[in-house]
């Protein structure tokens, strides 16, 4: 079965302080995962795919196949990080490649 | 906007109705997903199509169908609604999903409320 657990539905840190949002994933065959993000009352948005390893607006994340996990990390948070943010795992062809997105996160920055 | 739209964007209707929600796609995107959101069950795929034809489906009730016309737009329609269908409807599209690292863009999303 496919299916990603984000355990923490809320977040709050201190602006300045790292930030970890975990992202959990069961996956029979080899996952392609997603993090995506979604401000105030706007459309979700790619943050980060863990096949590109990249870094956006200072967030990484690091595929772990052994803890089958796929944590979103900052260092330093920043209050406009406020946000939900959905782990997701793209699905196999019977699912069209869709995508299977956890419960979500909302990270609340406070200054 | 080359972005994918949705319309409208808030509808309200009563229990026992039927409504068509719109999606237009990126330009050059061929695949159409659309998704689910509600409070209780999150985020959930419904079904997608690709170049015209439906190619899978999700958690979508036997009373939801969509198509996909030849412009590559497509509509979601729901009937017989019921209170629980009360949710944020999503549509998303991609160039081709099987593409390693293909990103889905979402709309805005439309915003139905049955009464």
């Known amino acids: 079965a496919q299916r990603v657990t984000q355990p923490e539905k809320l977040l709050s840190v201190f602006k300045g302080a790292p930030v970890e949002l975990k992202c959990n994933y069961s996956?029979?065959?080899?996952?392609?995962l997603f993090w995506y993000v979604q401000y105030s009352r706007q459309r979700l948005q790619l943050l980060l795919r863990?096949?590109s390893r990249e870094s956006i607006k200072g967030f990484t994340a690091d595929l772990n196949k052994g803890e089958t996990s796929f944590h979103l990390k900052k260092p330093f948070a920043q209050e406009e990080d406020s946000a939900m943010y959905y782990c997701?795992?793209?699905?196999?062809?019977?699912?069209?490649?869709?995508?299977?997105f956890g419960k979500g996160t909302s990270l609340l920055v406070t200054p | 906007d080359s972005g994918v739209t949705q319309t409208p964007k808030h509808l309200i209707t009563a229990t026992g109705q039927r409504v068509t929600l719109r999606c237009s796609p990126r330009?050059?995107?061929?695949?159409v997903y659309w998704y689910q959101q509600s409070l209780d069950q999150g985020l959930q795929f419904l079904i997608q199509?690709?170049?015209?034809?439906?190619?899978a489906k999700g958690n979508i009730l036997e009373r939801f169908s969509a198509q996909q016309f030849p412009d590559l737009h497509s509509e979601l329609n729901l009937s017989s609604l019921e209170l629980g269908d009360s949710a944020l409807y999503f549509c998303?599209?991609?160039?081709?999903?099987?593409?390693?690292?293909?990103?889905?863009?979402f709309g805005p999303g439309t915003r139905l409320t049955v009464l």
């Open positions: 998303a599209s991609s160039v081709d999903g099987r593409l390693a690292g293909n990103e889905q863009f």
């Open positions: 996956y029979s065959g080899s996952p392609e």
């Open positions: 863990h096949i």
């Open positions: 997701a795992l793209k699905g196999n062809s019977n699912s069209g490649y869709a995508l299977n």
């Open positions: 330009s050059g995107d061929l695949s």
């Open positions: 199509y690709y170049n015209g034809e439906e190619r």
